[in-house]
């Protein structure tokens, strides 16, 4: 795994690989958590509408704020009250609060998944090379397993436990990934508009730090 300037594919591919991985693992388990609210439908479909609200509302300002704190501090931000949002699924008494927390899990779902891609593009466009598929197909990849883990969880019988369980594991490998895909004392600055102003002279690494 090469920590340089350049990024590290490694890294990368692990945060977006936990992202659908977290995902995965709590849509799955949708049957119960509607089971355990006692939700109908038409209540179930406007909740899983709230997460798509939520990334609706924050994505348009994550370019401002990798432009300002840089990928690797929004990464973290988001990992951590991502999965947390995901976790706190399991534990959600009603079907208004469930609304509340997918709402807030979805806005930080999208900026993750935007600030991702700004680092992953800054990582492919370093190495002159077509690697974006392999970023995309690490999140379906990791989205699969997930699935697969709440499937199996529900066939052991296992209940909505898992929910916090499983987004911890993802949180540990998302912030590791984050941490090994831009090195913290490395120039590795990035900017939503243009991904490789790194590789320009003179930009200053106080404004623009991926640290």
Known sequence: MERDVRGSVLAV??????SGYVMGQALSRVPAVRDHLGADKAQLGLVLMGMGLGSLLAM?????AVDRFGSRRVVLVTVLLGCLGWGLVALAPSVPVLLGI??????NIGVWDVAMNIQGTHVEQSRHRSLM???HAAFSGGAVLGAGSGALAAWWGIGLGQLPVLAAVAAVAGVWGRAASCPRRRRCWIRSRCPTAAQRPGLPPSRHGAG
Do not use: I, N, W
């Open 13 to 18: 591919l692990v945060v977006f690989a936990s």
């Open 102 to 107: 997918l709402v807030l899990t979805g806005m």
């Open 60 to 64: 348009p300002f994550t370019g401002r």
């Open 133 to 135: 598929p392999y970023f």
